[in-house]
RNA sequence: CGGGAUGUAGCGCAGCCUGGUUAGCGCGUUUGACUGGGGGUCAAAAGGUCGGAGGUUCAAAUCCUCUCAUCCCGACCA
């Protein structure tokens, strides 16, 4: 046997986190840099994992009354200019198309020609264009509300990428919402909100913190934004998703008007809501070992694969057999409300290549079937989530795959809340606070709840100098008002803070 | 965009300081044999314009300049 390291990812989560997360999307084979800066190739099976969230965040968007459309990627630069804050947050980070054309340049090779007349941006967000095909579509009470949907791409042109997490083009959906109310409005924002905690929760097996986001964290043009924390396993915040609540600002700045039931001319009430590609870094961040990804049985492209032991010529076609039998069983069982997915891998390579091969891709169960199995009529099943495997008759197998997935599920979310519990602390004094940021082995923070004066730009700076921001205020707090342990001012409640991405 | 590091075979690296035969190693790949409940053994083979462009030199992976890209830290952000 040659010599190989103890995990399957080097470095390992513990020696450098960084590394290890770009090992494991190497090695399970998720995704590659492009040849254009800041920019990745999604591969199959990274793929077929965000296929599987758009699945699953597309059926709770139309369960909610959304519908699907589709608006250019294309934005005429006059168009960002008609929401001041949102200018201001976008400007800087816009992808301009100045020409239509290409011609032969002096020195050979192809230069821009055709020079635009309103040069063009490519979308960052869509909430200037849909804006403005709404206000067209809303002439009376009776057009609202709207909510439409649309996944698409779009290009930041941030300063710094990681894979998933931050790159200059990415995938998304991002929902447009408007209303004829305030309080429909506000509803929508916080039903969305909803949704997203719900898939997170029950299809990714990752907590979550609903909260809202303090003004300076807030989307630009919005009234106020909502998110969905997680705690990734290096103990940083990870906003997974945002819900805005756009208030009349758009709608003033692109005349959505229409007319009441009195016949008054009225400003309409907007929403715009998103999650991207970066769940998958939130999945990897959340579940992954130092044997690779670790997946979610809902999002696990393939559930259950089944690795053929095969041992000489003679008992090859019985084994075979036995598999092919054992996959049309187990695809007739149910998880989640479909049928499982099974994959049997019979590609000539030997017994430990082909298990390490689908143990760094996540897989959530591995069946391993040899001449032995068959005769006792078992299987050996292996569990990616905690490594263990055993022997176990094959009816019962069967009858038990969807709760053996089901129980995968629930254990991956239990680990990952008790990572965060025992992550989170709350904290009274300013002293308390620096210390818990600034200790350096194993507890270097997580999230700190603490009371704080907001829009204070004396708060910012004080833990600014720590690198934490404030993440969001809980949604669900009930500690009640105290004293801000920054500025001793009152607080009316606390919020989460902590190191993020 | 500031600070730091790195770019040599698919992956991981050595060589560079102190320029000088055909640029090495491990893993992987291909072929064959032996194997086969755990990333195996033996043998053979393929694979590199040393990130790119200039320069210095008789001679550059090695020295200099520029450039591109990646990674880390920061500021900014899904």
Not at 86 to 94: P, R
Not at 186 to 199: G, S, W
Not at 429 to 457: I, K, L, R, V
Request: hydrophobic content about 40%; charged content about 25%.
């Amino acid at each position: 046997m040659a010599k190989q390291p103890k995990t399957a990812i080097t470095p390992t989560r513990a020696e450098d986190y960084p590394q290890w997360y770009q090992q494991v999307i190497r090695e399970a084979d998720l995704a590659e840099i492009s040849p254009v800066r800041g920019c990745m190739v999604i591969k199959p099976w990274g793929w077929a994992i965000w296929e599987n969230m758009q699945q699953a965040l597309d059926k709770r968007f139309k369960e909610t009354g959304h519908v699907n459309a589709y608006f250019p990627l294309f934005i005429p630069l006059s168009f960002l200019e008609a929401e001041a804050e949102h200018v201001e947050g976008f400007a800087k980070e816009c992808a301009v198309v100045t020409h239509h054309r290409l011609e032969p340049g002096p020195d050979g090779g192809l230069v821009p020609a055709g020079p635009l007349e309103e040069p063009l941006i490519i979308r960052p967000t869509s909430e200037t264009i849909i804006g403005f095909m709404y206000a067209k579509w809303v002439q009376s009470y009776r057009d609202l509300p709207i909510k439409i949907n649309q996944w698409a791409n779009v290009v930041r042109w941030e300063m710094r990428t990681r894979m998933f997490l931050r790159t200059t083009e990415f995938l998304w959906q991002e929902g447009h919402t408007c209303h004829a109310t305030e309080e429909e409005a506000l509803e929508e924002t916080r039903l969305m909100l909803d949704v997203y905690a719900e898939f997170a929760e029950n299809v990714m097996a990752m907590p979550v913190i609903k909260g809202e986001k303090t003004a300076d964290e807030r989307f630009p043009g919005a009234v106020s934004t909502l998110t969905i924390e997680a705690m990734m396993q290096d103990k940083k915040a990870l906003q997974s998703g945002t819900s805005h609540f756009l208030g009349q600002n758009f709608a003033k700045a692109q005349k959505i008007i229409y007319q009441d039931k009195q016949g008054l001319q009225q400003h309409a009430w907007t929403t715009s809501w998103g999650a991207s590609t970066r769940l998958i870094g939130a999945l990897i961040m959340t579940h992954s070992d130092d044997d690779g990804l670790v997946l979610p049985p809902k999002l696990a492209p393939q559930q259950i694969v089944i690795l053929p032991i095969i041992k000489g010529d003679e008992t090859r076609d019985a084994v075979m057999q036995y598999c092919e039998e054992l996959e049309a069983d187990l695809k007739n069982q149910q998880y989640a409300d479909s049928n499982i997915r099974v994959f049997i891998d019979k590609r000539d390579l030997r017994g430990g290549e082909k298990k390490w091969y689908h143990v760094k891709r996540g897989v959530p169960l591995r069946i391993e079937v040899g001449p032995r199995d068959m005769e006792n009529g078992q299987v050996f099943v292996g569990r990616r989530d905690t490594g263990k495997s055993e022997g176990i008759d094959r009816a019962e197998f069967v009858a038990n795959a969807g709760d053996m997935l089901n129980d995968i599920h629930d254990g991956l979310f239990q680990r990952a809340l008790a990572l965060r519990q025992s992550n989170t602390k709350t904290i009274e004094t300013y002293e308390e606070f620096e210390e818990y940021f600034t200790s350096t082995d194993e507890g270097q923070g997580g999230f700190a709840m603490c009371h704080f004066a907001e829009d204070n730009p004396e708060v910012l700076k004080m833990i600014a100098k720590h690198k934490v921001s404030i993440r969001c205020i809980p949604l669900e707090d009930k500690s009640g008002p105290g004293t801000c342990i920054f500025t001793g001012e009152a607080s009316r409640c606390r919020a989460v803070f902590g190191k993020s991405y």
